[in-house]
């Protein structure tokens, strides 16, 4: 599931992983995001931080908080990339991992695939 | 002039920062650098074992306290061809040292020493900030797992006011099903990966034997990673 208020991300994003083999669905809100999980389960979440309403940082947690959904890997797909949101991502929200916009084709392809077959949290025991 | 300061520093426990600090250090000395190594983790020293200490010597706990020198409390290890600054496993030690004292112990050494390599204790405490302030340089110790590198960004970011230059980080312990991808560790940390040392038994053979690994094995593959990352260090620190 890749979510992002821009339309044009959502397009471009859904190509590419689309061309890689992903199966697709989008949403455009976090509200939208969670509406959809009451009936999907993805493998994977691209989450966009700044949209209106409910922001991606706030869905994450309150997707880590379900039980159903929390071992969804997230990985946050954001233009906010310094330090301390890369370490909001995983300190606060304990999301997967942080990607940085703008990001090229083949390394998002990469980070999805690796995050499709072993996500960083998948075996974490603390 | 003046030797400069590196911390290896690394945000939890377990990522093997103390061994690498060790070899390194031999490394960098085996380069022609005159080096010392600084076990800074006075709560939790442990360079005696790494280095087979059997011995009492003077410690930085004496120094800290100032009952020592820094001339006193720094010694000689000849078979490794690199001097040492332990500290004391004694818990009696901790009673009366000042731990502002590190950073003016720090420039003396900068006197006669190319590099001082420091042990940083792991963690955000009082002692671990004073210690990083004491660095010209830091060097984080990651293992590949999301733990380690969200900890070490953490340091990071709550150092951030202290212009520290980190030069790049050391992954440590790879080789595993679930390791993050090196090129993936650097996005994370902004830094640049100087090396990556394998999970390797000779590791827990050397601690085991109170044997230098750089020493006791010298053509493994471990021995190989840290000698490249000493040449990458002298390389970035200039």
């Known amino acids: 599931m890749v979510v992002d208020d821009e339309e044009d991300i959502l397009y471009l994003v859904g190509v590419i992983l689309k061309k890689a083999g992903h199966e697709v669905i989008t949403a455009s809100s976090g509200e939208e995001c969670l509406d959809i999980l009451k009936t999907e389960k993805p493998d994977l979440i691209l989450l966009d931080v700044m949209m209106p309403g409910l922001d991606g940082f706030d869905t994450c947690g309150i997707i880590k908080a379900d039980k159903e959904h929390k071992s969804v890997p997230i990985a946050m797909l954001t233009v906010k990339s310094s330090d301390e949101d890369r370490l909001r991502s995983l300190e606060e929200c304990a999301a997967d991992w942080h990607i940085s916009k703008p990001v090229d084709r083949k390394k998002l392809v990469g980070i999805v695939n690796w995050l499709l077959k072993s996500s960083p949290r998948s075996h974490v025991r603390e | ?125 009082v002692d671990t900030v004073t210690s990083l302030s004491a660095s010209d340089l830091v060097v984080f110790v990651v293992t590949p797992d999301i733990l380690s590198v969200s900890s070490a960004l953490k340091t990071k970011v709550i150092t951030r006011g202290m212009d520290l230059k980190v030069i790049g980080a050391i992954v440590n312990r790879t080789g595993g099903q679930y390791d993050i991808p090196g090129p993936y560790i650097e996005d994370m940390l902004g830094v640049n990966v100087l090396g990556t040392i394998p999970e390797d038994v000779v590791v827990k053979k050397s601690l085991s034997t109170g044997k230098i690994l750089l020493l006791d094995s010298p053509r493994s593959a471990v021995t190989k990673s840290i000698k490249q990352v000493a040449s990458k260090l002298v390389g970035r620190s200039k």
């Not at chain 2, 911390?7 to 600090?21: E, F, M, N, Q, V």
């Not at chain 2, 074992?49 to 800290?64: A, E, N, S």
């Not at chain 2, 020198?69 to 000689?76: G, K, L, Q, R, W």
């Open chain 2, 1 to 125: 002039m003046a030797g400069i300061s590196i911390s290896l520093a690394s945000g939890r426990d377990g990522t093997g920062k103390s061994t690498i600090c060790a070899n390194l250090g031999v490394a960098l000395s085996q380069m022609g650098l005159k080096t010392v190594i600084v076990d800074a983790d006075v709560e939790g020293a442990s360079m005696n074992l790494i280095f087979g200490l059997d011995f009492d010597v003077p410690t930085i706990h004496d120094y800290l306290s100032g009952n020592a020198s820094a001339e006193d409390v720094t010694f000689d290890f000849k078979n490794a061809g690199v001097d040492l600054v332990v500290g004391s496993i004694r818990v009696e030690s901790l009673r009366d040292i000042k731990f502002d004292l590190f950073k003016g112990f720090i420039a003396e050494l900068k006197k006669k020493y190319d590099v001082i390599l420091i042990d940083i204790p792991a963690g955000l405490s």
